[in-house]
């Protein structure tokens, strides 16, 4: 449960930004805020199922590239139409210039 | 006393506004009447999902019965409203019952144009509604026959839709090419082509004379084609819904006329979403109607507030997506009075327009590609757009620079 996955290196997500990262037959997405730090979250918008990943970011939101639905990555939180579900939000710690996952 | 919020209209726009009363903290009485049994449902699956899908679609509610107990709103469904009294500040229903308001809002949408030379029946259809997609889905079978008439959205949408479904499509589309309508033609292009690769057919420029359904329908057109189909769908536009509107004397100007704020010409009524036309600050106070999703919702949510006093304008900037096959497209602005346009390529087949003013102000920007390809690039094109930017031709072109740079400028 509590095994650290390595996702990529902490260089291969821009500042504020998101990555694409899939795992065990999962999918997430990957932040790096513009304060340069680390967050992740399911990969797939919870409205239709979508990757997170071609969308943008802007300080703490994650807009979905699909409909504009919009959440806040750091905690998941769904800010309104059309999304009403919350994303799931996964630990992560940064080592060694990686970016390790706790996906339980 | 309160009368109560009446909201006229239960589609995307009546809904979210049904909603936004409460989330900003109106505790009176709501109403929201639809003519439709359905509680609000999304739309734009109609012509995509609920179409290709494997199992038999459910609607798409925007409105759970259960949030519509929990929020207190009072959902009157299956149920037409037939006069607004001004005066005495209530609206009829169809069954003679009459609602008081405080503040109505009327979210009436739009419905399909109708075609006057062809009989509606069963095998000629049109698509609005949940219980048109469901008619339609169950026509659609491998190897029928299928005729679109129309080579907007919808039209376009559902030929992709019955193409996944095995059926053989013909579009007929009377203009010189499709999406005439606010859509650059290098991207028409474009999406006429997927549809080709695709097996369908596409006629440009092509007259009807006559339609007649006597168990085959068979589609005779100016030029003496004859076409035999299984269905045939008539998809040439939509007009806005405003009978209502027009006969409590409320001012109408393709579509119910609202001001910045979404009020009517009636200061305890306001129209949004598909019925109403209103003014752009962006584009100089033009006035435009839009038929476009996140409209609907956007001017839903904005005409609950001002219901509640707010005094707030509406300033999005116009936005429409469209899926067909594995393509998006989206499309940011409007280009209308566009002096010259520049393509930014992204890769994969996917590029964007940029359409400029003649003093360098961005209008529009439209995008075409594989899944989200443009998606991005569109969204930041949006925000250049809200503040009038005139970002320089040479950078728009050129896909190494950021766009989100330009927006940090
Ligand atoms: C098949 C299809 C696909 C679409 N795809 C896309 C897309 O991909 N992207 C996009 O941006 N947009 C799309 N749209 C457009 C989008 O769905 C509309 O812009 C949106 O639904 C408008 O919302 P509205 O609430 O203003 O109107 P509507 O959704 O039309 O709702 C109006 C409701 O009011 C009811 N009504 C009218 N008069 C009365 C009355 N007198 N009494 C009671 N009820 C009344 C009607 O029955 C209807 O249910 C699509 C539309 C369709 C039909
Ligand atoms: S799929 Fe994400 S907002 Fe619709």
Known sequence: MTDWIEACGAGDIDEEDVIRFDHGGRTFAIYRSPDDEYFATDGLC????????????????IECPKHNGRFNYKTGAAK???????????????????VYLQIG | MDAGMVIIGAGECGGRAALALREHGYDGPISLIGEEA????????????????????????????????????????????VAIDRAAKNVRLA?????????????????????????????????????????????????????????GFIGLELAASARKRGAAVTVLEAQPRILMRGVPADIAATVHALHADNGVEIACGEGIAAIRDDGDVRIRLANERVI????????????????????AGLAIDNGIAVDGRLRTSDAHIFAAGDCCSFPLAIYGGRRVRLEAWRNAQEQGALAARNMLGAELEHTAVPWFWS????????????????????RRDLGGGAFIL????????LLSASGIGPGNAVARDIRLAEMLIARQARPDPSELTSSDVKLKKLLAA
């Open chain 1, 46 to 61: 919870t409205h239709e199922k979508v990757h997170l990943a071609d969308g943008l970011v802007m300080d703490e939101i």
């Open chain 1, 80 to 98: 309104g139409a059309p999304v009403c579900l919350n994303l799931r939000t996964y630990p992560v710690k940064l080592e060694a210039g990686k």
């Open chain 2, 38 to 81: 359905h509680l609000p449902y999304e739309r734009p699956p109609l012509s995509k999902e609920a179409i290709v899908g494997a199992d038999v679609p459910v609607a798409k509610t925007i409105l759970t019965a259960e949030r519509v107990a929990d929020a207190g709103i009072e959902f009157i469904g299956s149920s037409r409203a």
């Open chain 2, 95 to 151: 069954d003679g019952r009459a609602l008081a308001y405080d503040k109505l809002l009327l979210a009436t949408g739009a419905v399909p144009r109708r075609l006057s030379l062809a009989v509606a029946g069963p095998r000629v259809a049109y698509l609005r509604t949940f219980d048109d997609a469901l008619a339609i889905r169950a026509r659609l079978t491998p190897g029928s026959r299928v005729v679109i008439v129309g080579g």
């Open chain 2, 228 to 247: 035999e189909a299984d269905l045939v769908v008539i998809g040439i536009g939509a007009a806005p819904v405003t009978a209502l509107a027009e006969s």
């Open chain 2, 323 to 342: 899926d067909q096959y594995e393509f998006s497209l989206q499309i940011a602005g409007l280009a209308e009075g566009a002096s010259s346009a520049v």
């Open chain 2, 354 to 361: 940029f359409h400029l003013a003649a003093d360098g102000q």
